[in-house]
């Protein structure tokens, strides 16, 4: 004899699993990535967040505010080669074994000094990299009459974190790079990055300060974000769809499958 109650429980399973496949889907779908989230180089001239405060051709080091635990290459070239040795001791004093060059570099300290051979103590707050040079020059002008000095700020690193490919401290090849090419060393951005809302914290003189940058935006071309500071960290959050589980190998071909899956129960429900 035949159950009564089969036919019904055999329904009410079949909605059940139709209920299942229709929330699927729906989260699904709501997990893929739009491409205006992908794009970079859009139009959003309507929406411009951005205003570029510099002059042109201003270099990013006029802008940069040396920092504690900043390292400084100095160089003091003179026509006498005895006396350069004198004020470059940092050099002289390695041994033939000793490679490592730190010994070109002076550490700036938690006082914002470096201790400079003979002259002694040389104090960098509040300075630019140009304005660190003048105060060099400035300290050595009682001892040297004819001379030629190389400053440079030797500690040109900044941070990606997030959902960049290659995470870390990474050195930056040039004293300025434009934030492209900041996420190009990073690896690039992954699938599931929130190019749209990319956080940059910059260490400024009055303390850190953090900006949010849509890198999909054309517009930060002509804006103060185009090019990054050194020390400055990038980060870069994930977007839904990775905080649902859906790797980078998801496709368009799972939701297809899925649609033929919800069709053919539906089918089966309505006969």
């Known amino acids: 004899m035949i159950n009564k109650h089969f036919f019904p429980t055999r ?5 059940q699993l139709l209920t299942l496949l229709t929330l699927s889907i729906i989260l699904t779908l709501s997990g893929c990535i739009p491409q205006k989230e992908i794009v970079l180089l859009q139009d959003y001239s309507s929406e411009k967040d951005y205003e570029n405060p510099y002059a042109p051709n201003t270099n990013i080091t006029d802008k940069y505010f ?17 006396l350069s040795e ?4 940092s050099k002289t004093n ?15 300290d ?11 103590k040389i104090n960098f707050e509040g300075c630019n990299v140009k304005m660190g040079k003048a105060k060099v020059q400035e300290a050595l002008e009682p001892f040297l009459k004819k001379y030629s000095l190389t400053f440079k700020l030797a500690s040109n690193t900044f941070t990606a974190l997030g959902e960049f490919r290659k995470q870390g401290v990474i050195v930056m090849q040039k004293e300025q790079i434009t934030i492209f090419e900041a996420v190009a060393m990073a690896g690039g951005v992954t699938p599931f990055g929130k190019q749209r809302q990319l956080k940059l914290t910059r260490q400024l003189p009055d303390g850190p300060v953090t900006y ?7 517009n930060i071309i002509n804006s103060e974000f185009y090019y990054i500071y050194p020390n400055d960290l990038l980060y870069v959050r994930p977007m839904k769809a990775k905080q649902l589980g ?26």
């Not at 504690?68 to 160089?75: A, E, G, H, V």
């Not at 390695?94 to 700036?108: D, L, P, T, V």
């Not at 949010?212 to 054309?218: A, E, Q, R, V």
Request: aromatic fraction near 14%.
């Open 212 to 218: 949010t940058i849509n890198l999909t935006d054309k």
């Open 11 to 15: 329904l009410n399973r079949i909605k």
């Open 94 to 108: 390695r041994s033939n074994n000793q490679r490592n060059e730190n010994f070109f570099y002076y550490q700036i």
């Open 66 to 82: 040396l920092q504690p635990n900043d390292y400084l290459f100095i160089d003091v070239s003179t026509p006498q080669p005895e």
């Open 110 to 120: 938690d006082s914002m000094n470096i201790d400079f051979p003979y002259v002694g």
């Open 86 to 89: 004198f004020f470059n001791q």
């Open 246 to 271: 859906i790797g980078e190998s998801f496709s368009i071909g799972i939701i297809t499958t899925l649609l033929a899956l919800y069709l053919t129960v539906q089918t089966i429900v309505s006969n």
